[in-house]
């Protein structure tokens, strides 16, 4: 039985044994207080009758007796009434319960596995350099440098799979980041120092966001961008006002993007062209995952414009209005 089945069970008997423990208390209460009832009715009637009559008088005893059990049997009845609605009812509450956790249980545990799969390529291929290394009986300076550089690479993909990491992870928080005034344009002039092929073409405008994170999930596009497109095409930072938002567009001519693929990029570790991706450019799948996070951490919506061959569009849009005012 998975840990889920038997916690979903653990959990309706647990809310079984509150409800029966206080339908149990009530019926002993209502049980109580029925037969006291019915046994100082029956006195109060024998008294009356004896002085109406003046004659003895005596109710029945098996009679009383009789109604004090009909009273178990009925209490009895409702008792497991109870129990079976209850029963019902708790399990299928449980299972609302627990289901948003054992969602989000499996969704860690498949990016556990992918990340350590994503670990264990470049570690593997150090392994193997270092231990080709050392068996070499004739090694020369030549030839052990060759195989340190070639080390230094797989370490350098380590070292970029784990800050993607920390990104996705510190990108998912959910703490509440304090937006300020930002000019638009100097940030994006400042990306653009990042390579001659960025061109910034966006329009005057001042926004209430957190900077950093605009600033980080922008770095993302561009870094796509560039990555993605030949180095002899220009990539554009452009602006467009809607009447309630702002949309920041990064514009690429590169190869654009199947349209199958488009609504799986933003998966975790999905390359949208394995064969491509994983040997010409260097990259993990993470980015536009962490490009989601930071977005939706700053209350922005992305969006994808894309034509295979003509290139793609990556923007965000951001409400114009502050999230609390
Ligand atoms: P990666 O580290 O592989 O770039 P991303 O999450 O940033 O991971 O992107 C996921 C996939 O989306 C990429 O592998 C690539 O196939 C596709 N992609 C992203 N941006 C672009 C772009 N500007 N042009 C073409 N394909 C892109």
């Known amino acids: 039985m998975s840990s889920f089945a038997s916690a979903r069970l653990k959990l309706t008997a647990w809310y079984l044994l509150i409800i029966m423990a206080i339908s149990s208390a009530f019926s002993l209460v209502i049980y109580t207080i029925l037969t006291s009832e019915l046994d100082r009715l029956s006195a109060v009637q024998r008294i009356r009758i004896e002085r109406q009559f003046r004659t003895p008088y005596y109710i029945d005893p098996d009679l009383v007796s009789d109604v004090k059990d009909r009273l178990i049997v009925i209490l009895f009845g409702v008792n497991c009434v109870i129990l079976i609605t209850s029963g019902l009812l708790g399990y299928l509450l449980a299972g609302q319960t627990l289901h948003p956790i054992e969602v989000a249980l499996e969704d860690q545990n498949r990016f556990i596995a992918d990340a350590s799969h994503e670990l264990r390529t470049p570690l593997t291929a150090l392994k193997t350099e270092v231990e080709v290394a050392l068996r070499d009986p004739h090694l020369n300076l030549i030839e052990a440098k060759k195989y340190l550089s070639s080390s230094l690479e797989e370490i350098d993909k380590l070292k970029n799979l784990t800050n993607n990491l920390l990104s996705l992870s510190r990108a998912k928080s959910h703490d509440k980041l304090p937006f300020t005034s930002v000019d638009l344009q100097s940030l994006v002039t400042d990306l653009c120092?990042?390579?001659?092929?960025?061109?910034n073409q966006v329009s005057p405008l001042t926004l209430q966001t957190h900077p950093e994170t605009i600033r980080e999930l922008l770095s993302?596009?561009?870094?796509?961008?560039?990555?993605?497109?030949?180095?002899?095409?220009?990539?554009?930072?452009?602006?467009?006002?809607?009447?309630?938002?702002?949309?920041?567009?990064?514009?690429?001519?590169?190869?654009?993007?199947?349209?199958?693929?488009?609504?799986?990029?933003?998966?975790?570790?999905?390359?949208?062209?394995?064969?491509?991706?994983?040997?010409?450019?260097?990259?993990?799948?993470?980015?536009?995952?962490?490009a989601k996070n930071l977005a939706d951490s700053i209350g922005g919506k992305i969006h994808v414009r894309s034509q295979q061959n003509y290139g793609s569009t990556f923007s965000v849009i951001l409400s114009k209005k502050s999230p609390s005012s």
């Open 220 to 290: 993302i596009f561009i870094d796509n961008a560039l990555k993605y497109s030949p180095a002899s095409k220009k990539v554009y930072i452009e602006s467009s006002q809607h009447s309630k938002s702002v949309e920041i567009k990064v514009r690429d001519q590169g190869p654009g993007i199947k349209s199958a693929d488009i609504n799986l990029i933003f998966n975790r570790f999905y390359r949208a062209d394995s064969s491509r991706t994983k040997t010409s450019t260097n990259g993990f799948g993470l980015g536009l995952a962490i």
């Open 193 to 199: 120092k990042l390579s001659p092929r960025l061109e």
